[in-house]
């Protein structure tokens, strides 16, 4: 597979949450106590929520566990701030090409 479908996807997995959080933020400020409600608003926004944050929780444990990848405190930061959609993928992006240096 082409390594660079990772790079485009963690750009995508940037811009487009961020497109929503920002709208967000312009309709109900920047409280982040509302920010975490709305997280748990209903039962779908609840159970998409608890989604992310064990996926992200294993993504965690699998990149620190991981003894042959790139550092993973850089992605679980990208995690924090912008989202698992974008650390991942840049995640496997840099492996990937980790793993293409080592071949040559």
């Known amino acids: 597979m082409?390594?660079?479908?990772?790079?485009?996807?963690?750009?995508?997995?940037?811009?487009?949450?961020?497109a929503f959080f920002l709208n967000f933020f312009a309709t109900d400020g920047l409280?982040?106590?509302?920010?975490?409600?709305?997280?748990?608003?209903?039962g779908a926004a609840g159970g998409f929520t608890a989604d992310l944050l064990i996926t992200s929780l294993v993504f965690w444990i699998y990149a620190f566990g991981r003894r042959d990848g790139p550092a993973a405190w850089p992605f679980v930061v990208i995690n924090l701030t912008i989202g698992l959609s974008c650390a991942l993928p840049a995640y496997l992006y840099v492996?990937?090409?980790?793993e293409v240096v080592e071949r040559t």
């Open 31 to 42: 409280a982040l106590g509302g920010f975490v409600t709305a997280l748990f608003a209903n």
């Open 2 to 18: 082409n390594n660079n479908i990772y790079l485009v996807l963690a750009i995508l997995g940037a811009v487009v949450p961020y």
């Open 95 to 98: 492996l990937g090409r980790r």
